[in-house]
C-alpha cells in the first residue's frame, strides 16, 4: 500500500530535549515536505526536499532541521525544542514539487512542556 | 512570496444545500490550485485541483473555478451531506516552484 509513515504519533517532551520525528514513504516521490498545522493558522511549511541532500527552507524553519540521506526518509529533528512548537505535525511527499498531489502521514502530535 | 486567504473561516449549512468556500492569491506566477479536505483526527487529502489553463473543473458533487485575472479560485459542493463536514485548505503553487502555500482553513459543517 502506497503510504507515507510518521512516527511518532504522539509525543510529549519537556523544553531542551532533542527529538526526531521520522517519515518514510514507499512510493518513490523526490520531494517531501514538512508541515506545522496550528488553529487559524493553517498548514505552513517548515522544511521541504527536492531529492536526496537537497533540503531547504519553507516558511518557518526556525528551530528545526532536516535530513535526507535516502529518497525515502526525511526525518524531522528538534534540537532544543521549546514550547511554542507544540503543534501538529504532518510530513508529506509528490512526485513533482508543487504541482503534483501532496501524500500526507498521519501526523505527530508534538506537546513541549 | 505567495500568500493565500481562505474565507469563510467557518460555515454552516443544510444537508442538501450548496457550500462555497473562497481563496485569494497574491502571486501571478502561481499555476496549481489543489484543495484538500481534513476530517477530524485525520490528515489532509486531495479532493480537487485546478491548474491555470483551466477556468473549471466538476468531480460529480465538487467543483472548482478559478479567475486568473482577480487571482482567486473557489470550491463549490452542491447537495451537501452530513460526510462532507471538514476542514477544508485551499493552496496555490507555481508548479515548478517549490512550495505549496495553503490558506487556513475553513471548517465546513452540514446540519441535518
Known amino acids: 500500500e502506497a503510504q507515507v509513515t510518521q512516527n511518532p504519533r504522539y509525543l510529549i517532551t519537556v523544553t531542551g530535549k532533542k527529538l526526531t520525528v521520522t517519515c518514510s514513504q514507499n512510493?518513490?516521490?523526490?520531494?517531501m515536505s514538512w508541515y506545522r498545522q496550528d488553529p487559524g493558522l493553517g498548514l505552513r511549511q517548515i522544511y521541504y526536499?527536492?531529492?536526496?541532500?537537497?533540503?531547504d527552507k519553507g516558511d518557518v524553519p526556525e528551530g528545526y532541521k532536516v535530513s535526507r540521506k535516502e529518497k525515502r526518509n526525511f526525518p524531522l529533528i528538534l534540537e532544543s525544542p521549546s514550547p511554542n512548537q507544540t503543534s501538529l505535525y504532518f510530513c508529506?511527499?509528490?512526485?513533482?514539487?508543487?504541482?503534483?498531489?501532496?501524500?500526507f502521514g498521519n501526523g505527530t502530535r508534538l506537546t513541549v512542556t | 512570496g505567495e500568500n493565500v486567504e481562505q474565507h469563510p473561516s467557518t460555515l454552516s449549512v443544510q444537508e442538501g444545500d450548496s457550500a462555497v468556500i473562497k481563496c485569494t492569491y497574491s502571486?501571478?506566477?502561481?499555476?496549481?490550485f489543489p484543495w484538500y479536505k481534513q476530517e477530524l483526527g485525520k490528515r489532509p487529502q486531495l479532493i480537487i485541483d485546478i491548474r491555470s489553463n483551466v477556468g473549471e473543473k466538476k468531480d460529480q458533487r465538487i467543483a472548482v473555478t478559478l479567475n486568473k485575472t482577480a487571482k482567486h479560485f473557489s470550491l463549490h459542493i452542491t447537495e451537501t451531506q452530513p460526510e462532507d463536514s471538514a476542514v477544508y485548505f485551499c493552496?496555490?503553487?507555481?508548479?515548478?516552484?517549490?512550495?505549496?502555500?495553503f490558506g487556513t482553513g475553513t471548517q465546513l459543517k452540514v446540519e441535518l
Open positions: 512510493m518513490n516521490h523526490e520531494y
Open positions: 493552496a496555490a503553487s507555481t508548479g515548478g516552484g517549490n512550495k505549496l502555500t
Open positions: 526536499s527536492m531529492n536526496v541532500e537537497v533540503t
Open positions: 508529506a511527499s509528490s512526485s513533482r514539487q508543487g504541482s503534483s498531489p501532496l501524500h
Open positions: 502571486d501571478s506566477a502561481s499555476n496549481y
